[in-house]
């Protein structure tokens, strides 16, 4: 079973990831025709992108992410994606938050 990060972690990047005034949204959620994206909305959003491809997560919004939050991602240090975005937004991601 591949790791994961802490429950805590993923929820308080959600959380304040999510109200990033900056945060773009894919076009399914951002329709002309569809209703405003909810804060709720957008905390699932970024929640469930970190869950689920945490490569692509850093990929689109490491630059946001401060050096303790980026060692957060440690865990997944396994994970060829997630190492690779990790490295450009933190060269030395073991002491990252050091």
Known sequence: ????????????????LS???ELVLPGSM????????SDDGK???????LEHDPGVFLERLGDKLDAAELASFESLRS????????????????TCSQ
Not at 1 to 16: E, K, T, W, Y
Not at 43 to 49: D, I, P
């Open 30 to 37: 951002t329709r002309p025709d569809a209703p405003p994206v």
């Open 19 to 21: 109200r990033d005034p």
């Open 79 to 94: 994970d060829y994606e997630v190492r690779c975005n990790a490295w450009a937004h933190c060269p030395l991601m073991t």
């Open 43 to 49: 905390v699932q959003y970024v929640s469930g992108l």
């Open 1 to 16: 079973m591949p790791a994961a990060m802490d429950a805590q972690a993923v929820s308080a990047l959600a959380q304040r």
